[in-house]
């Protein structure tokens, strides 16, 4: 039972706050965080818990960062506001997209900034338009994501989201927006009568092909992917997938876009995800850890090839916000991605993750309920299943993975589900012991539910 501090607090919350995501009975045992320190988050009762996601994947350095907090705070009382509509800029704009150029993928040098993956996921839409529009194809405005991807949930983000649990309240979804099979390693199907030469990852990318051909190649403008899809389970593709899904965006003229609002700046083990792969997109998409939620920010970032198009039209992008380049949420940018290359979080990401994973490995990889864990870098999966040998889901009315995650709360650990899948990417400032911790919860929560 929550004592009375932690419960009157949540009801003066039901009383007032639509929440993310809105349940009324699923916050009836709301937690209210009051503090954090490091990978810890208190709530009103002053008990601790282990934040084993990052918040939602962004707070990758942990609370109490001071170097973050003082760079806000010198920015507020400097600049705490300007435009940077045309004919306006601030320092810490320029200085956050120097310092960008300096450590994405080599052709991608310039960059518009939002305040979060939404909004990013937005404007790529429109530039990606735009961008056809000035090559002289203006019928390439179709966009192809995956199931199971997510790109936020603005009305067209959420149209290119491929977690259809999104999607009904709000329908019609914006047209143009198809969804192709996730390679889901774990799941994935190749078609009947493939080639047995080809993989299940080149499989798995043909799809974009055999799509691309369906909605005609003169009316697909861009492929939208997550290096790891995140939300959707930490899927992470096989190692021909992405160089396939490369060369398939090349052949029909379509532009490759990379969700890295979830797996840039460390979290997989590399400073973007693509890495992994040696691919290199057209465009990308950030946020998250960019501050590691410590304000508000998104971004893009265009191919030099884009850019010069651009620059060559003359007119103006009739595309704008308000918070678009915040000073105050740009000098947090600088002073996050100082943290970044200074503390090597790509480099803490490869080995804290490798413990994480093997220590789930160990704990559970022999388990009767736990079909897979997977990972990459500091995030990480573990899949229940009904039957091991058969991969068969449990049925959704014994809300298991419900049942798991309010075991690991009581343990003292704070995470999310995806339906069956235990969802794990905490920050990467985390130590190893509680590395060490959230192993162990995960384990006793598992055998708790199920034996």
Not at 104 to 127: A, C
Not at 196 to 208: F, H
Not at 218 to 246: H, K, L, N, S, W
Not at 255 to 268: K, P, Q, W
Request: glycine content about 10%; charged content about 25%.
């Amino acid at each position: 039972m929550l004592n009375d501090a932690n419960a009157a607090l949540v009801q003066r919350d039901q009383d007032h706050l639509i929440h993310p995501l809105h349940s009324r009975a699923a916050h009836t045992d709301a937690r209210v965080w009051v503090r954090g320190e490091g990978a810890m988050l208190y709530d009103a009762n002053d008990r601790g818990y282990l934040d084993a996601l990052s918040g939602l994947w962004n707070n990758t350095a942990g609370n109490g960062r001071r170097e973050l907090i003082d760079a806000a705070t010198e920015q507020m009382q400097t600049l705490a506001y300007a435009s940077s509509y045309a004919g306006s800029s601030n320092p810490r704009a320029i200085e956050l997209a120097e310092k960008l150029s300096e450590i994405t993928y080599p052709s991608i040098n310039r960059f518009y900034f939002t305040s979060g993956g939404g909004e990013s996921s937005d404007s790529n839409f429109k530039m990606a338009r735009y961008y056809w529009k000035l090559k002289g194809k203006p019928d390439k405005t179709k966009v192809i994501a995956r199931q199971l991807g997510y790109h936020g949930v603005t009305l067209a983000a959420m149209s290119a989201t491929g977690i259809s649990k999104y999607w009904p309240m709000f329908e019609p979804r914006v047209p143009g927006f198809s969804h192709i099979p996730s390679p889901y390693p774990y799941r994935y199907q190749r078609p009947e009568g493939a080639p047995a030469e080809v993989t299940q990852g080149q499989a798995a990318a043909d799809e974009l092909e055999q799509a691309i051909v369906r909605e005609g190649p003169d009316t697909v403008g861009m492929f939208m992917a997550e290096p790891v899809q995140g939300a959707g389970g930490v899927i992470v593709p096989q190692d021909d997938y992405f160089p396939r899904i490369r060369e398939i965006c090349d052949r029909y003229d379509v532009l490759l876009v990379a969700d890295e609002v979830i797996t840039g700046f460390g979290r997989t083990g590399t400073m973007f995800g693509l890495e992994h792969w040696n691919v290199e997109p057209d465009m990308i998409q950030f946020a998250k850890a960019i501050t590691s939620g410590y304000f508000p920010l998104g971004g893009i970032g265009i191919s030099d090839e884009i850019a010069e198009v651009m620059d060559e039209a003359g007119g103006a992008w009739m595309h704008a916000y308000t918070y678009s380049a915040h000073p105050v949420g740009c000098a947090v940018g600088c002073a996050m991605l100082d943290l970044v290359q200074r503390e090597d979080f790509p480099g803490q990401a490869a080995v804290k993750g490798e413990r994480m994973i093997k220590g789930l490995e160990a704990a559970l990889g022999g388990h009767p309920h736990v079909g897979e864990v997977r990972g990459l870098g500091l995030m990480a999966a573990v899949e229940i299943v009904a039957d091991k040998a058969t991969r068969e889901e449990f049925d959704p009315g014994e809300k298991v993975g419900a049942r798991i995650h309010d075991a690991a709360v009581e343990r003292g650990m704070f995470s999310r589900m995806r339906d069956e899948v235990f969802c794990l990417a905490p920050p990467i400032i985390t130590t190893e012991a509680e590395i060490d911790r959230i192993v162990e919860i995960v384990h006793d929560s598992v055998t708790e539910v199920l034996g």
